[in-house]
């Protein structure tokens, strides 16, 4: 079949986004992103599929319109089924149905982490475009995960590792709230780090077999160190901020990267990738350029457009699957937590 043309739609958290992908080349990417919840310090999930249910039309409409494609001329709706937000991926879900059913067009569920990963394949006009090679490995790190991921082709993902507590953006969220940060607290630590000593205070690393994460114990140590020190001297975060930003930036990007090249190194692959919305991080994104020179890695670190939720990533995964004949039944339910 020519001009293989699919739509994509993401409604996993708090952004409603619809993507057309025409062979791999990407023709739009809309997200909407839902600002209800900054007054709240995090995503409020009623107020999120409420949210979705008001943007999904428009957002569809737009990324239509943006690719210059007619509705008649898609293949496929490849939307993500989980995991996620439970009533934000059924809004998702239900258009994504109720669309597929009146184009007579086939339904692909699309798993919300394996799309991440596959923004590595999406053709967005970069001169000398090279998707990475199988088998090669992708840290995924996002606000709900932590994973390294053995990606051995289009479909075949094992997560080799994955933290046994909380995400690595979930961690960057505490730390900001601790410092009377906004939410989310990544770009924020991310920014102050800049300007702050990343060896001015040491912090708790787990000490945690294999190629599991943990990071629990790195945020109860920031926080007693933090208290501590406000009682000495209650100007201690408005006078340090800067230095305690870049030493727990310093010490997540470690942890990450030690796991990391452990699986490298034991699984003999050095064709690495980075995928999810942590990947955003400049320190991270400066520690695998620096691994690639020193253990000779042929690195793949996504645009940072790419690196939050989108439904570019959820089209071009789409793609793969109708190329497969992998549709799925309209029956399908959605999952919020991980199945695969
Ligand atoms: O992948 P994502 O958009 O949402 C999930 O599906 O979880 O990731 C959001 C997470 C948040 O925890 C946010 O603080 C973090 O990614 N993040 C960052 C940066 N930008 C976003 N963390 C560190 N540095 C950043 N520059």
Not at 155 to 176: N, P, R, V
Not at 279 to 299: D, F, P, Q
Request: hydrophobic fraction near 40%; charge should be neutral.
């Amino acid at each position: 079949m020519d001009n293989i043309t699919i739509l994509g739609i993401e409604s996993s958290c708090d952004d409603t986004s619809a993507a057309v992908i025409r062979n791999g080349e990407l023709l739009s990417n809309v997200i909407a992103n839902q600002d209800v919840h900054i007054a709240y310090g995090g995503v409020v999930p009623e107020l999120a599929s409420r949210a979705h249910q008001l943007n999904i039309v428009p957002t569809i409409h737009q990324a239509i319109k943006n690719a210059s494609v007619s509705l008649s001329e898609i293949h496929a709706i490849a939307y993500t089924r989980g995991p996620g937000l439970m009533g934000s991926l059924l809004v998702g879900t239900s258009f994504a149905k109720g669309l597929a059913l009146s184009l007579g067009v086939p339904l692909i569920d699309v798993n919300h982490l394996k799309a991440h990963v596959m923004v590595h394949f999406i053709h967005d006009n970069t001169p000398n475009f090279k998707p990475p090679t199988f088998p090669f490995l992708c840290l995924l790190v996002s606000g709900g995960n932590s994973q390294i991921v053995l990606v051995k082709s289009y479909s075949e993902m094992e997560i080799i590792g994955q933290t046994i507590d909380d995400a690595a953006g979930e961690a960057f969220d505490k730390c900001a709230k601790i410092l009377g940060g906004p939410y989310p607290g990544g770009p924020f630590v991310d920014v102050m780090a800049q300007q702050g000593d990343a060896y001015a205070f040491n912090l708790n690393k787990p000490r945690i077999g294999g190629y599991q994460y943990s990071f629990s114990g790195l945020k109860t140590s920031f926080l007693y160190l933090v208290r501590d020190e406000m009682k000495k001297n209650p100007a201690f975060i408005e006078q340090r901020k800067t230095d305690l930003c870049a030493s727990f930036q310093r010490t997540v990007v470690e942890i990450l990267m030690e796991k990391l090249l452990k699986a490298s190194q034991d699984y003999h692959i050095s064709t690495i990738a980075l995928a999810g919305g942590v990947s955003a991080n400049s320190a991270l994104r400066k520690a695998v350029e620096n691994y690639a020179h020193i253990y000779n890695w042929t690195t793949f670190v996504p645009k940072l457009a790419f690196t939050t939720d989108n439904a570019a990533m959820v089209a071009i995964t789409g793609m793969y699957k109708f190329k497969a004949g992998e549709y799925s039944d309209i029956s399908l339910t959605p999952f919020a937590k991980t199945l695969v």
